[in-house]
């Protein structure tokens, strides 16, 4: 395999390893874009934006809007959208327990729909954010405790023999993560205020979840698999922000759009499902004088991909596919399509993705879910609720999806880099 691709890859993994949490995420998309130049607008503030300017905007720390306004008077806009956010667990406010006070349990709930079980028996540990008080008021601080923290210990095949032939997982008594002894007591507090450079009393707030501490790794005879948590869908994030940076637009407005909240449904002040990419687009539209006729014949003439990573043929279960369309890892582009429309392609848009895959020399396979089973959605669809425009739901073939580490192909990173920058460009 082409060492370049094998570059690409090994650049989305560390990426993905930064990013713990969606703040994280959103944080290492925003360390990028400044470093190449992109200047941080506040939703709070007047805008003045110029042709040939580069900009972003982030809701809520973990939802952002980066954008490249072009030289010359602008068509419309070329969108690509992914999310930030990955099926994990939620500490719960008040989170310590100690069971026959011979153990510290943490009270956690699920986020998002995970493979519950691929989180036994893996040193985790806590990031997020927490609130704080000072002088100025409340201020939102990431934390990641960078050290093996936390286990969600399996029971003993011995106490149940029935283990291996499927058992009903409860949330509230058999995921809790073990921390230590009671003597660890106020310990997990502690350790926040330390990092946020706080008092423990100024802590008033908190969104935090655990993550893997598992790195991501390339694995295979060649090299050709990425084994990582959060693949889904941080690798879209990492591609779709390098193209966005990469690309000089021409006559489109580009922008690389990053979601919270995909995982439990999109509506929230940060998901797809809020006005966050509309008020965006409109307030651009604003800023280089546009009417409100005007940005409606942008829109007119927009196009959105909706970038979120696919289900790959599974080599222990073939007959779970498709009988025809069977995507593969290091098989390019996945083009969704959905019947009922929980993905947006439709004639027109999956012909313009393989047009765009033909020029950019990508190689593409279309995804269908089996007819007689449910599949999950996406940004899209919900998205096309604000923003009315020709869309594409697309990603990257991938195996265990919303397991606590999941499996790709190394190749495929590059692919979808090189697309998205060959749309930011017409």
Request: proline fraction near 4%.
């Amino acid at each position: 395999m082409e060492r370049e691709n094998l570059e690409w890859a090994e650049k989305c993994l560390t990426f993905i390893d930064g990013s713990v949490s969606c703040y994280h995420a959103v944080e290492q998309v925003e360390k990028r874009l400044i470093e190449s130049g992109f200047v941080q607008l506040d939703e709070k503030d007047p805008w003045k934006i110029v042709p040939g300017g580069s900009y972003y905007v982030k809701r809520g720390g973990s939802s952002l809007a980066a954008f490249k306004i072009p030289d010359s008077e602008i068509k419309g806009f070329h969108m690509v959208a992914s999310h930030s956010d990955s099926p994990c667990f939620k500490i719960k406010t008040n989170p310590e327990m100690t069971p026959e006070d011979k153990y510290l349990r943490l009270n956690v709930e699920g986020y998002g729909g995970m493979i519950q079980s691929t989180w036994f028996d893996r040193c985790l540990s806590v990031a997020g954010r927490v609130v704080c008080a000072g002088k100025d008021g409340l201020r939102a601080v990431n934390v990641k405790i960078d050290e093996d923290l936390l286990v969600i210990p399996n029971l003993a095949i011995h106490m149940n023999r029935n283990i291996n032939k499927g058992v009903e997982l409860n949330i509230q008594t058999d995921l809790l993560p073990l921390m230590g002894s009671p003597k660890t007591k106020g310990k997990l507090k502690e350790k926040l205020s330390h990092l946020a450079g706080v008092k423990e009393e100024e802590i008033l707030g908190s969104d935090l979840f655990l993550y893997v501490r598992e790195k991501g790794k390339l694995a295979g005879a060649e090299k050709e698999l990425m084994i990582s948590p959060r693949l889904d869908d941080l690798e879209c994030v990492f591609a779709s922000t390098e193209a966005v940076i990469a690309a000089k637009p021409k006559d489109y407005c580009n922008i690389c759009v990053v979601f919270n909240h995909e995982e439990v449904g999109n509506h929230t002040r940060e998901g797809a499902a809020s006005t966050f990419l509309r008020d965006t687009l409109e307030r651009i539209g604003e800023g280089l004088g546009k009417t409100g006729g005007d940005y409606l014949r942008l829109l007119a003439d927009s196009f959105m991909i909706s970038a979120d990573n696919a289900h790959a043929l599974h080599p222990n279960h073939p007959e779970k596919a498709d009988p025809v369309n069977r995507p593969v890892l290091n098989g390019g582009i996945v083009i969704k399509h959905h019947g009922g429309q929980r993905y947006t392609t439709d004639g027109f848009s999956e012909a313009y993705m393989k047009y765009l895959c033909t020029t950019a020399d990508v190689p593409y396979q279309d995804y269908h879910n089996r007819s007689d089973i449910e599949g999950g959605s996406t940004l899209g669809n919900v998205s096309a609720g604000q923003v009315s425009v020709s869309s594409a739901d697309i990603g990257l073939a991938q195996l265990a999806m919303h397991s606590a580490v999941e499996t790709a192909g190394s190749r495929d990173v590059e692919y979808l880099v090189r697309v998205l920058k060959k749309f930011y460009e017409k």
